[in-house]
């Protein structure tokens, strides 16, 4: 999720660092303030669909057919499952713990933690920033220069990978220096 949620890469980010002795805790940022412009584009839309639309899901429920009846109640679930999707995307956090030999990953969601992953640490075990590229990057094959704006430049992942268990990936993000930085700033504690 780094790519839409970034996590600190420095000490000196207070609000989301926290410092406790020999632990850390990295908070992610939330969405920027125009990402909230949009959500409320969109669930004023929303509305406006549900309230034009009642009458119509109203009366698709009160026949007895019942493709008639799943129609309605498809409609009217979606209505109600988008905004409660996009408003649950700008409560999202991610925390990273790091203290001495372990690590824990949380994913909270209105506040409430749904998942929690510890790992323990061991001396194999290495934190590492690899390239990921998912697509071909056209416009790099054809090597116009006209065209260098529009290199994909993929993303980087950091990860903890060790011989024990499979390849942990804590972060990505589009810029390899934030990531590199998050790494030594794990490894500090």
């Not at 207070?14 to 409320?40: A, C, M, Q, T």
Request: net charge positive.
């Amino acid at each position: 999720m780094g790519l839409l949620y970034i996590m600190p890469k420095s000490e000196t980010e207070i609000d989301r660092v926290n410092i406790e002795g020999h632990k850390i805790i990295l908070k992610s940022y939330g969405l920027p303030l125009l990402f909230w412009g949009y959500l409320l584009a969109i669930l004023a839309l929303i509305l406006i669909m549900g309230l034009s639309s009642q009458s119509i899901i109203l009366k698709m429920l009160n026949y007895d057919d019942p493709v008639l009846n799943f129609l309605g109640y498809m409609t009217a679930a979606t209505l109600i499952l988008i905004p409660l999707i996009l408003v649950a995307a700008f409560f999202y956090e991610k925390f990273i713990i790091k203290e001495k030999n372990s690590l824990e990953v949380w994913h909270r969601l209105f506040f409430i933690c749904f998942i929690k992953k510890k790992y323990q640490l061991n001396e194999n075990d290495q934190f590492s920033v690899d390239h990921f590229m998912d697509s071909p990057n056209v416009a790099k094959i054809k090597g116009d220069k006209s065209s260098r704006g529009f290199y994909n430049r993929g993303y980087y992942i950091l990860s903890l990978k060790s011989s024990s268990r499979p390849e942990v990936i804590l972060d990505r993000h589009s810029h390899q220096e934030d990531l590199e930085d998050l790494k030594k700033l794990l490894l500090k504690y």
